[in-house]
């Protein structure tokens, strides 16, 4: 199964509206992407705690690490660039850190509130080898900018 980026929308924007709340919107969120689409092994959000720190937020999954710094990683380089991070194989990353062994590829967003802050980093993790597309990028980057946009 794959993801309708579509019907997602939808669906979050139904579940989500009048939330303002960012944890429980990232709970709602990280459940309906994790069950959108077979490829999605872990999904979940990194929170911005202090500068240059992530602690794990709501996820679906197996158990992530619970510390990241900016300067490590892939969900560490997508808060400290600010960039997408789109990796077809995390073992030929630099830096990589491996919360679980079987993860092969690995899609990063930032998430960004209504003033553009950045509040976390949103992680789909695949144990399947070059799982992600620049369209799965594009359309996580829709979703997360539908629904945490809005936050003040």
Do not use: N
């Not at 929170?47 to 969900?75: A, M």
């Not at 073992?91 to 209504?114: Q, W």
């Amino acid at each position: 199964m794959r993801v309708d980026y579509r019907e997602l929308a939808g669906r979050l924007a139904a579940v989500a509206e009048g939330e303002d709340d960012a944890i429980a919107l990232m709970a709602t969120v990280a459940c309906e992407v994790h069950h959108a689409d077979d490829r999605f092994d872990w999904t979940g959000f990194y929170r911005v705690v202090s500068p240059d720190l992530l602690k794990i937020g709501p996820y679906q999954g197996g158990h992530g690490c619970l510390v990241i710094p900016f300067d490590k990683g892939v969900c560490g380089a997508c808060a400290r660039t600010g960039e997408v991070q789109l990796v077809p194989d995390v073992d030929a990353f630099p830096g990589h850190i491996a919360c679980a062994s079987s993860t092969r590829s690995e899609l990063v967003l930032p998430v960004h509130d209504g003033k553009g802050a950045l509040i976390a980093v949103f992680d789909i993790d695949s144990d399947l080898p070059d799982a992600f597309t620049r369209e799965d990028a594009e359309g996580m980057e829709r979703l997360l900018a539908q629904v945490f946009g809005r936050l003040a």
